[in-house]
Every structure is written in C-alpha cells, then in structure tokens.
C-alpha cells in the first residue's frame, strides 16, 4: 500500500479532507433551501400585498 501513497498519515488526512468536503457540501445544500424559502415566502408575501394594493384601489386604479 506504501507504494500506491495509501500510509496511513496520508490515508486519514484524506478522510479528514473528504469530511471537510462533504460538511462544505451539507452547508451549501442547507444555505441553498433556506435562501429558495426565503425567496418563494418574500414572493408570496409581495404577491399578496399587490393584492391587497388593487383590492383597496391603491395601485393602477385609475378608473
């Protein structure tokens, strides 16, 4: 094993390099939903305000 780089100083910095690696990964995928909820609640919440907006005649009710 020696021969293909596997000692074992090198075998267990590369398990720590693929636990950082997948941690990184886990923090992407968990930053990536909480941005995609907070983008589709701030819609919803912009959608209904329009809403609200036209219904009380503030906003493109010039009739």
Known sequence: LAH???E???AARDLR???DLLE???DARRTAWQT???VVTTA??????VGAAI???LV???Q
């Open 60 to 62: 493109g009710g010039g």
């Open 8 to 10: 074992n100083g090198h």
């Open 24 to 26: 990184a990964w886990r």
């Open 36 to 38: 995609t909820i907070k």
């Open 44 to 49: 919803i919440l912009a959608a209904l305000l």
């Open 55 to 57: 219904k009380l005649k």
């Open 4 to 6: 293909l780089g596997l």
């Open 17 to 19: 390099e693929l636990r």
